[in-house]
């Protein structure tokens, strides 16, 4: 075969690091706009990723409402990154109306550009990434419109943004689970080849969406890279959304998953509107019941599949959050080893105030993942994640290069060697293990080259190692949680 020639484009490649948060999918969609930047920048996030809904800034032709849009930037203090996804979620302007999901192919490419256009110019110079709806390949869900319509619309916006903001870049919607775990020739993979395919003139940063075991994250990142490369091109990847634990990481809780609940949306409508999400809360529907069944036998079924229902054992709780705070770091560092210079967390906080129901399939899969919760109508509760987060954000600012260093005889030990600007170096460790019983196994010594003639060690999970310097070598126990070494605690 004739060697495929790359094109490398570099010209939106992020400058240095920044570890950020999805705010949600709904902000100020269901309830009046929060503030939630400045929680966020306390925990280290330096960049925020929010969801705007063309129906939410145009809700009647040529009518705009910016209540949305300047809540969010009056939280700004210019030293954080904004990153938008636009979705084309309108209840006049597209194919199927509705306010909220899925969003579906603009009824007047003209009219999205002007809606476009007007938001971008609102917040030139203030937000930095604008994206073109969110996994579009999870059709019907996430998009309700072909591949072709997808690119459609994503040229369009390109063209918007760059007329309106030269300097802000485009993110490619993301590429998730249904295409990283897809079998080549699958229809999610069918889907977002012909995207970028087709589309590779019209965004500047590929965004790879990293759910489940942290150790695929190498392997997800180098399929995003080889799909583009497949087409003749390069561009830098992104991180949009990360988390872990999810259900379908453990086979036995997926295959009950499956059984439980693979009838319960057989009647999804269309198009989900918050005026239907509304009138459905609390009424017995068939994801409600599914769902019921399940916390019927919440003591019958794998402790993996537990741990995620609310009022789940304490035991399984507190596991599920240190399964939480490790694979979040896990992630984190190999994302940026690989090279990519922006990760966000999925996600910060839930949606609105005020109690949740569990019994959704969407809290089951993601509800407990939140870093902050309300105390009454304001962001004040930190999980154990957020310390996590916290922790990795202060030791990772400055951080000018991740490397990966190699472990001959110890296969299972990870080892991260990290330049700061203005600070000492960095090692983080862990041991490859199994995620839930995994932390059961005693911790291994490690014993290899140091360069100071002290050390401190911090673990994700707060916890103190203990350490020994001498002869110019490090000497720690190492376990499943990741570890943090600095010459001086700095």
């Not at 693979?262 to 198009?271: L, M």
Request: proline residues 9%; aromatic residues 8%; glycine residues 8%.
């Amino acid at each position: 075969m004739p060697e495929t020639t790359v094109e490398t484009s570099t010209a939106f490649e992020p400058e240095g690091v920044r570890l950020g948060v999805v705010r949600g999918i709904s902000y100020g969609l269901f309830g009046k706009p929060d503030e939630f930047v400045p929680q966020a920048r306390a925990l280290g996030a330096g960049l925020v990723r929010a969801y705007v809904y063309w129906g939410q800034v145009e809700p009647e032709p040529g009518r705009y409402a910016w209540d949305v849009v300047d809540a969010l930037l009056a939280q700004l203090d210019g030293d954080e990154e904004v990153w938008l996804t636009l979705c084309s979620s309108s209840p006049w302007a597209t194919r199927v109306p509705t306010d909220f999901l899925p969003p579906s192919p603009a009824l007047d490419l003209e009219a999205y550009g002007a809606f476009v256009r007007r938001v971008v110019r609102r917040c030139a110079g203030r937000v930095r990434y604008w994206q073109c709806d969110n996994e579009p390949s999870n059709t019907g869900l996430l998009w309700a419109g072909t591949a072709e319509e997808y690119v459609a619309q994503l040229r369009v916006l390109h063209a918007a943004v760059r007329e309106a903001d030269p300097a802000a870049a485009v993110v490619l919607g993301g590429c998730g689970y249904d295409v990283l775990s897809g079998q080549e020739g699958s229809e999610p993979r069918r889907f977002f080849d012909h995207v970028v395919s087709a589309g590779r003139d019209a965004f500047d940063l590929f965004d790879v969406h990293l759910y489940g075991e942290a150790a695929a994250a190498p392997a997800h990142i180098a399929f995003a890279r080889d799909l583009m490369r497949r087409h003749g091109y390069l561009k830098p990847v992104v991180v949009g959304e990360y988390a872990a634990p999810v259900p379908f990481e453990f086979p036995e809780a997926q295959a009950v998953m499956y059984e439980a609940l693979s009838g319960a949306f057989a009647d999804v409508p269309e198009a989900q509107s918050t005026s239907e999400l509304a009138e459905r809360m609390g009424r017995d529907t068939p994801e409600r019941r599914a769902m019921s069944a399940l916390y019927d036998r919440m003591a019958e079924l794998p402790e993996t599949l537990q741990m995620f229902l609310a009022g789940c054992p304490g035991e399984l709780e507190d596991r599920r959050h240190r399964i939480n705070a490790r694979q979040l770091v896990m992630c984190t560092m190999l994302a940026l080893a690989e090279g990519v210079r922006r990760t966000v967390y999925w996600n910060l906080a839930p949606e609105v105030p005020g109690p949740l129901d569990p019994r959704q399939v969407m809290h089951l899969m993601f509800g407990k993942l939140v870093l902050l919760d309300y105390e009454g109508t304001t962001l004040g509760v930190r999980r154990p994640a957020a310390g996590a987060f916290a922790l990795l954000a202060e030791r990772l600012a400055g951080v000018r290069r991740v490397r990966r260093a190699e472990t001959p005889g110890s296969p299972d030990l990870y080892a991260f060697e990290v330049e700061r600007e203005g600070r000492e170096p960095l090692l983080v460790l862990w041991r490859g293990r199994d995620m839930v019983t995994g932390e059961d196994e005693p911790p291994v010594p490690v014993d290899r080259p140091w360069p100071a003639p002290a050390a401190i060690a911090v673990d994700a999970l707060g916890g103190t190692p203990p350490v020994e310097v001498a002869g110019g070598r490090l000497r720690l126990p190492v376990s499943v949680t990741p570890v943090f070494v600095t010459p001086s605690g700095n």
